[in-house]
């Protein structure tokens, strides 16, 4: 058992002591509250004062019993506190205090179940990304990593209804797990999807027909790493060329070319406008690869005179510089400034 909830339990027997001891010198001897629980502290403490006032018989049967079981309640809770100072458990317990704290502050952030090889790469993908997320993690040697490495995390089993909810799952954007055993990540799933109807859940999938499972279970995306690293390896074979140039577009290492997702809001400037009519390729640079409307349906390589609607997915690439950029303009009304000054210049003759 925890040593904080020993010392906890033991605190609690400690008051109970003093109010059955209280209770008893106020039944037995008569005597008024003050004197009882002056008497009770005394005898508990073992200090060696004498008694308020003379005791009967059987107040002092009572007083050895309350000594016996006192020096027990007491020597259990210094030995608790001992445990705890020595382990270093109180700065750790503090620590962890300010990290649920902050669990708790999150709002349309990502819960990663599991802490194995992919959840420590989605992690460190997610963190280059600016992404808010917490870890469920119920291995210790994983947490001993996770305090290492700065990550916001949680100790226990992510199958559990009031693991999820601690770590925020009501106010959550995504849950991704990636546990090892293909189970748990339906169970996982299943109780997210109960404690959130309209969360965005991705499972990580090991066996053959586990997808089945897990799409049944709740699940919006189904991912088998065995089945994309195979064919990632094949293809590496049967198109190189093509891998490379997906690598460096995806890659957040190749600096000078990106491939982003760009959302375009309902107040945004370009709803109703055509792509060449935005300007998007001649005055930021980037090219539209592809369009993800609202219902979900992807056009590759849109036509020029293809219409922008509201809530749909541009997908660009480009460099950083351009795509920030257009991120930026995207997200402006069209009373904006800096839109009646992209126009001006790209309807100028």
Known sequence: MDPVRHLRISFLVLLMLVSGGTAGFMTIEGWRLLDAVYMTVITLGTVGFKEVHDLSDGGKIFTMGLV?????????????????????????????????KKISELKEHYIICGFGRIGSLICKEFKANGLAFVIVEKSVDAAEKLDEDGYLYMRGDATVDETLLKAGIKRAKGLISVV???????????????????????????????????MRAGANKVVSPYTIGGNRMAQSILRPNVVDFIEIATGREHLELQMEEIGIPEHSAFVGETLVSSGFRKEIGVIIVGIKNSRGKMVFNPHSQTKIDSNDTLIVLGDPTAIHKLEDLVARPASDEIIKKHRRDFHAP
């Open 68 to 100: 016996v079981v006192g020096v027990s309640v007491i020597g259990y809770i210094v030995g608790s506190l001992a445990q705890i100072m020595f382990e270093g458990q109180i700065q750790r317990i503090v620590g962890r205090k300010k990290v649920e």
């Open 180 to 214: 090892t055993s293909d189970s748990e990540n339906v169970y996982i799933t299943l109780t997210a999807r109960g404690l959130n109807p309209d969360l965005y859940i991705m499972a990580r999938s090991g066996e053959e027909g586990s997808d089945i499972k897990l």
